[in-house]
C-alpha cells in the first residue's frame, strides 16, 4: 500500500472505520449496501463504525436506513413527501426554502401552491449543483427555473410535471425531453428556411430569362 493512502488512512476523522472496512468484510458489505444513498447517511454510517469499530454493522445500517427514510418522509402528509421530491431536484435552497414554508404555515399548506411558488423565485444561481441537467439548461437558456418551463412548456401538476400531455415524476426529466424536442424543431426550421432560401435562390437566377421571355405582356 503506497504511503499517500496510508497518511489518508491516518489523518482521516474516519480513520477506525476505513480500518473496519478494509479488514471486516461484513463492514464493507454494510457500507456498500448503502452506495444509493445521499452522500451524508454515507457519512453518518462511517461515524457510527467510527465510534465503535467492533460493533454489529447491521445496526448501524438499520440506524441509517431509518434516518433515512425519516428525511425522505418528514411529513404525516403524503402530498406534502411528494412535493418536497420535487424541490429537491432542484436544489438544497429550494428545499430549504420548502421546508420554512411548512414550519410556518403547518401541514395544511397546500404543496402544489408552495412548490410553484419556489419554482417561480428560484433563478439558475441557486442550482447549486453546476454537474447538474438541471444547472446546465438554465445556463444554455440564460434563465431561471419557471422561464424554462414557460419557455418549453413544462407545466406542474398534482405532483407531477407535464410536457406534451406526458408525466414525469422529474422536474428535469420533462425539462430535457421539452429541451430534446425544442432542438430538434430548431433543426427542422433550419432546414426548411435553407429550402426555401435556395427555392429562391433558383428563381431569381431564371428571372432575367423569364422577364425576357414575357416581354411583350409587360409592353401591353
Known amino acids: 500500500m503506497s504511503s499517500s493512502i496510508e497518511d489518508k488512512k491516518k489523518n482521516s476523522l474516519y480513520r477506525k472505520a ?3 472496512i478494509e479488514y471486516r468484510p461484513e463492514a464493507k458489505v454494510a457500507f456498500e449496501s448503502l452506495r ?16 465503535n469499530p467492533k460493533g454489529i454493522v447491521e445496526e448501524y445500517v438499520s440506524v441509517v436506513q431509518n434516518e433515512y427514510t425519516t428525511w425522505l418522509n418528514p411529513y404525516d402528509r403524503k402530498e406534502l413527501n411528494e412535493a418536497l421530491q420535487k ?11 420548502f421546508k420554512s414554508v411548512i414550519d410556518i404555515l403547518g ?5 402544489d401552491t408552495v412548490v410553484k411558488k419556489i419554482i417561480s423565485t428560484t433563478p439558475s444561481a441557486l442550482v447549486e449543483d453546476e454537474n447538474s441537467a438541471l444547472y ?7 434563465d431561471n427555473t419557471i ?3 414557460n419557455r418549453l412548456g413544462v407545466s406542474y401538476n398534482k405532483g407531477g410535471y407535464y410536457y406534451n ?22 433543426f427542422a426550421m433550419a432546414e426548411n428556411a435553407e429550402g426555401i432560401l435556395k427555392e429562391n435562390t433558383d428563381l431569381n437566377r431564371e428571372s432575367p430569362k423569364s422577364l425576357t421571355d414575357n416581354k411583350g405582356f409587360f409592353q401591353n
Open 18 to 20: 476505513i480500518i473496519a
Open 36 to 51: 444509493k444513498l445521499p452522500k451524508k447517511f454515507k457519512i453518518r454510517f462511517l461515524e457510527l463504525l467510527n465510534e
Open 87 to 97: 424541490v429537491r431536484a432542484i436544489g438544497p435552497n429550494a428545499e430549504e426554502e
Open 107 to 111: 401541514e395544511s399548506a397546500n404543496p
Open 136 to 142: 446546465e439548461l438554465c445556463r444554455k437558456y440564460n
Open 147 to 149: 422561464g424554462l418551463m
Open 165 to 186: 400531455e406526458k408525466r414525469y415524476d422529474k422536474f428535469v426529466d420533462a425539462l430535457a425531453n421539452a429541451d430534446r424536442d425544442q432542438a430538434g424543431s430548431n
